[in-house]
């Protein structure tokens, strides 16, 4: 099984869109188009055609282009089954615990609701590639608008638990304001001390710091780590429940300057 090429677009403000082809078969997913027109111009400049949208929640930043692709190439629209009326053009409703062909790849579908409700992952296990939309980010996580901390705490507590050198492709590029509230409230962990200052080399430079890993996001991230005593000391809670614990970190995020 040949891995699975994945291309990282940059677009809008922080938004990151992903090409993944698979190359036995040719298909072309577009991961989340928050808009149509530069995806499909990368595609055409690398002479691909675009297939399947994979669309992880509803939010604009994440489907605002796939009627317009889908006008474009014909492709096919796989989304969250629970969400199915927010998702524009959908035509293949997936739930947790689905797994997909996408061309010669195995595709499987992770429920994580708590950034929305109806929030799902692609996670890619030949390739050990994750689409995870806006639930982890790179030392961070995204806002509970629409679920509880308990549901959210579970959510990451699943995805945590994939293969360690598991790439995580997230939907936005906010590594650095990340890691100054990690530091925050970790800052006697080196390993985040010495990502911290990787991640500002890479930015100083204009580029990115995604994907990263679940071994280095375990490693670093506070949203993974409610159940680590260091990080529970830290912010003085503890012996609590992780839920609890997740749900303070993630309320001193956003209160957070
Ligand atoms: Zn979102
Ligand atoms: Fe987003």
Known sequence: MPALDVVQIPVLSDNYVYLVREPQSGAVGVVDPAVADAPLAEAKRRGWKITHILNTHHHGDHVGGNLAIKEATGCTIVGPGHDRDRIPG?????????SFEFGAARAEVMFVPGHTRGHIAYFFPDSQVLFVGDTLFALGCGRLFEGTPQQMWSSLSRIRNLPDGTRVYCAHEYTQSNARFALHVDG???ALKARSAQIDA???????????????????????????PALQ??????????????????????NFR
Request: net charge negative; charged share 35%; no cysteine.
């Open 233 to 254: 000391a830290a912010v003085g809670m503890a012996g609590r429940d992780p839920a609890d614990v997740f749900g303070e970190v993630r309320k001193r995020k956003d």
């Open 202 to 228: 890479l930015r100083a430079r204009n580029q990115p710091t995604v994907p990263s890993t679940i071994g280095e996001e375990k490693a670093t991230n506070p949203f993974l780590r409610a159940d680590d």
């Open 188 to 190: 006697g962990n080196a």
């Open 90 to 98: 959908i035509d293949i409703e997936v739930n947790d615990g689905d």
